[in-house]
């Protein structure tokens, strides 16, 4: 049977939790380079298609963004993204068949509250996975540009993430307090409420 078309809301300012998972849970980063290579297809699609990244992980079998669209569609995007990475993947490893499980979760971030809340839970993924300790320590999130003091990359939004999380104008204390925000997500043993069992 044919696949039913997504409803998406094409409107700026519209903001997504997406999930890609490797096709029946299988590796779809095998080394460093592979996780390189994927930042930089969303880097470069970034700019082809503007839109705004807040956080990322990527994990060994799928990988976290939380996008908020301009003007192109979450579809037109993820395809992109998508795309270009399994073309690199099945030519680097000489392999067939869909490199993904079938399409992307996504999952539109309609409550105010939850904004910060998808944030901080891609953020712990790999301390939840028992990869590190701190989400700091983890080198393929997000959370080390928001550790660090300066950043001056293109890849993620750091300054307007903390302007909305904060609603003030210090962006050093917003910054700091979203860091305490995240490690108080450690001590939280229930999943958030958004969270679905699709997700994981």
């Known amino acids: 049977m044919p696949r039913k078309a997504r409803k998406y809301i094409i409107a700026p300012g519209v903001s997504y939790h997406i999930v890609c998972r490797g096709n029946n ?11 390189k290579r994927l930042l930089k297809i ?12 807040y956080s990322y992980s ?22 992109r993204i998508n795309f270009l990475y399994a073309i690199y993947f099945r030519k680097k490893y000489k392999i067939s068949g869909h490199l993904f499980q079938d399409r992307y979760f996504s999952n539109i971030i309609e409550k105010e509250s939850y904004f910060c809340e998808v944030a901080r ?8 996975a028992g990869l590190v300790e701190k989400p700091e ?17 293109d890849l993620i939004d750091r300054e ?3 302007k909305h999380y904060s609603r003030g ?9 979203y860091i305490q925000f995240v490690h108080e997500g450690m001590k939280i043993e229930r999943l ?9």
């Open 121 to 128: 839970y891609i953020e712990l993924n790999a301390v939840r």
């Open 25 to 35: 849970e299988k590796r779809i980063f095998r080394s460093v380079r592979d996780r």
């Open 160 to 162: 307007r993430f903390l």
């Open 192 to 200: 958030p409420s958004f969270i679905t069992k699709k997700t994981f």
């Open 137 to 153: 320590d983890y080198r393929w999130a997000s959370f080390q540009f928001y550790f660090q003091e300066e950043y001056n990359g």
């Open 42 to 53: 969303i880097e470069e699609t970034k700019r082809k298609y503007p839109f705004y990244l």
């Open 169 to 177: 104008d210090d962006l050093d204390d917003a910054r700091l307090d």
């Open 58 to 79: 990527l994990m060994s079998n799928h990988y976290h963004l939380e996008i908020e669209t301009i003007e192109e569609s979450i579809s037109k995007i993820m395809h």
